[in-house]
């Protein structure tokens, strides 16, 4: 079994994570302060270098004024 962060479903995760980032009119630098995190914690899991955990996608569905459960239902859809 692959590791799920090689997967094509992690990427698509990942690049709408960026998407939602952009949308929200956020830098990364911008977002990296709203979670008291380094800008590294997210261009590292931007480009798929590092997993986030329930938490931290909670966290970072929060300030990107994302609805969880819609997000992965679509993520879901776009397999």
Known sequence: MQKSVHSRSYKVFCERLVAARHAAGLTQMQLAKKL???????????????????IEFL??????????GSFVVKLQAAK
């Not at 995190?37 to 329930?54: C, I, S, T």
């Not at 966290?59 to 969880?68: I, Q, R, T």
């Open 59 to 68: 966290e970072v569905a929060g300030f990107l004024k994302l609805e969880p």
């Open 36 to 54: 008291g995190r380094p800008q590294l914690f997210v261009a590292k899991y931007e480009r798929g270098e590092r997993r986030l955990d329930v």
